[in-house]
């Protein structure tokens, strides 16, 4: 008999009410195995190799090691806080998790090899989004209650700058070259929407950009596309559109409409690995539209489950998996025809999705 190994893309689906994960085979597209986690899993990271998937369960205050080989946890890390955004350098060394409620304002460095607490670093007032920069020398922590990010120097693990930007800074992308930190700020009563862009190499915020909304608008994700160009954030309730920023004139290029009628609430978005589309949810309206990134225009809708949530894309881009939050159920949508080709039933409320790539014999 001929042994062989392939690569395989496995898609671990973090269900909120069940307290547990679904792993689906995205070949067959079928749920090859459910892993018990913590109470309310939400944030999940992927150690660079893929050999370790991290969930953060924020009502257990823990962190759960899921080894993906066998598809188990093998470890449980208790912080004492409640665990929400996680990150993880790019070597897989550490692992820098929120602890975003109770007052905690801090961030738990894990050691990954031992998983256990190095140190616990204060920050702002309530910690939330976080992205590492390319080179893993930085971790920036949006401070939700405040008008701050930290800087982690994760060398030291200290915070070495506390940068003022807008009310309520909610999302963190990095530009693909490293050398920018973009933030968007959503302002106590959405009326202070904004994008600042922090230079990276001095922790300082070159451009700050009003985004000019009425206060009914609520930004809910944030992403870049891969040549840092253009960002896209979603923007729900009356608003029903997805604004694009323009990264190199800093400026609004286009609101654009999206959903089949009115009242939709655009929610997470995902961009294609190639650049050239943009998937959004609307959260009310089990509909994903498709967004052209050249002409700036809803090219397609999908019908999917109950309460769309989070979209991943796979590695070549040929299919995008989206969680229903209240459907209870993953759907497949093909990106060619724009077609949910099949739906998958995993746990309750599916809220998180992450893509880990596998060796299977």
């Given amino acids: 008999m001929t042994h062989y190994t392939e690569s395989r893309e496995r898609l671990y689906v973090a269900n909120l009410d069940s307290n547990d994960v679904s792993v689906i085979d995205t070949v067959a597209n079928t749920v090859v195995a459910t892993v018990p986690v913590g109470t309310q899993p939400g944030d999940m990271a992927v150690s ?12 257990s205050r823990s962190v759960s090691v899921i080894e993906t080989s066998g598809n188990a946890v093998i470890d449980t890390i208790t912080l004492g806080a409640s665990p929400g955004s996680m990150t993880i350098t790019p070597d897989g060394t550490r692992l820098y998790v929120a602890n975003s409620f109770e007052d905690n304002n801090s961030v738990s460095v894990i050691d990954t090899a031992t998983n256990t607490v190095l140190v616990t670093v204060p920050v702002g007032e309530t910690p939330g989004p976080m992205t590492i ?3 893993g020398a930085r971790v920036y922590v949006g401070n939700r209650q405040g008008i701050t990010v930290s800087v982690i120097d994760t060398a030291s693990n200290t915070v070495v700058a506390t940068i003022q930007v807008g009310e309520d800074p909610a999302f963190l992308v990095n530009s693909p070259d490293g050398s920018r930190v973009y933030v968007a700020t959503r302002g106590s009563d959405f009326s202070g929407t904004s994008i600042s862009a922090i230079d990276t190499a001095s922790n300082t915020v070159l451009d700050a950009t009003p985004l000019g909304f009425a206060n009914a608008v609520d930004l809910s994700d944030m992403v870049i596309t891969p040549d840092g160009t253009r960002i896209y954030m979603s923007a729900g309730f009356t608003s029903n559109s997805v604004v694009v920023f323009d990264t190199t004139r800093n400026e609004v290029a286009s609101v654009v409409p999206v959903g089949p009628d009115t009242g939709g609430i655009p929610t997470d978005l995902a961009v294609s690995p190639d650049g050239s589309r943009v998937y959004v949810a609307l959260f009310n309206r089990t509909v994903v539209s498709a967004i052209d990134n050249s002409i700036l225009a809803e090219v397609a809708t999908v019908k999917v489950g109950l309460l769309p949530t989070a979209l991943v894309f796979t590695a ?6 989206l969680a229903n939050n209240g459907g209870n159920s993953v759907s497949v949508i093909d990106t060619t025809s724009n077609t949910a080709e099949a739906t998958v039933a995993v746990g309750k409320a599916p809220r998180n999705a992450v893509l880990v790539g596998t060796r299977a014999c």
Avoid at 48 to 59: E, F, K, M, T
Avoid at 316 to 321: E, F
């Fill in 316 to 321: 070549d881009g040929a299919r995008i998996y």
């Fill in 133 to 135: 920069s390319r080179d």
């Fill in 48 to 59: 660079p190799d893929g050999a370790r998937l991290y969930v953060a369960s924020s009502v």
